[in-house]
């Protein structure tokens, strides 16, 4: 079955980075566009990037150009996420989540996600 | 940015009634549109897509219609497992917005 497996909890100091992994299995993780979710403690989901497995094209929301990078490494069939210049309220649960298909672009919902991993910003 | 909005914020229903809430965008979003739930300590899971189409495996009492800047989402009657938090989301441009989110509360 389709599944993604991401990495595990992280704690981490204010103004360190973190780098979240996420295991694509069931599918060919190339031809599936790639999301990165948060969510804040108590909070709603906030969108915050797509990467094109395929291309490693990516798209980053404004709120975090500059300080995230999304990569991958298709020859295991994982997506990366990593956050710089961590703050506090950097703490939230991160989850990746498939998107469309890659001809069509990365406009479709997203049918599959991570389990979350959470990262905590304290010092 | 696209922003959404859902009302009402809490919804407090018994099993069995009918539950229906809603979503509106800022702009025009036309059918690329979603519905998510999600259960305490679980990531959210895709209920409907492309405004109206059910997710695999989504029972028919979820439905949803709408387009445009207005969407509307209807649970016939609640199950217990449907007492969860509902969140709509755009993706018709990036960044791909949610809303803030609807409860579904036990009453």
């Known amino acids: 079955q389709v599944d993604l497996v991401q990495s595990g909890a992280e704690v981490k100091k204010p103004g360190a980075s973190v780098k979240v992994s996420c295991q694509a299995s069931g599918y060919s993780f190339t031809d599936y566009y790639m999301s990165w979710v948060r969510q804040a403690p108590g909070q709603g989901l906030e969108w915050m990037a797509w990467i094109n497995p395929n291309t490693g094209g990516t798209n980053y929301t404004q709120k975090f150009r500059g300080r995230i990078a999304v990569t991958r490494d298709a020859s295991i069939s994982t997506a990366y996420m990593a956050l710089t210049s961590l703050r506090s309220d950097d703490t939230a649960v991160y989850y990746c989540?498939?998107?469309?298909?890659?001809?069509?672009?990365?406009?479709?919902?997203?049918?599959?996600w991570g389990q979350g991993t959470t990262v905590t910003v304290s010092s | 940015e696209i922003v959404l909005t859902q009302s009402p914020g809490t919804l407090s229903l018994s099993p069995g009634e009918r539950a229906t809430f809603s979503c509106r965008a800022s702009q025009s979003v036309s059918k690329y549109f979603a519905w998510y739930q999600q259960k305490p300590g679980q990531a959210p899971s895709l209920l409907i897509f492309g405004a109206s189409s059910r997710a695999s495996g989504i029972p028919d009492r979820f439905s949803a219609s709408g387009s445009g800047t207005d969407f509307t989402l209807t649970i016939t009657r609640l199950e217990p497992e449907d007492f969860a938090v509902y969140y709509c989301q755009q993706y018709d441009s990036s960044p791909f917005t949610f809303g803030p989110g609807t409860k579904v509360e036990i009453k």
């Open positions: 989540a498939r998107g469309g298909y890659h001809t069509s672009g990365p406009w479709n919902a997203f049918d599959v």
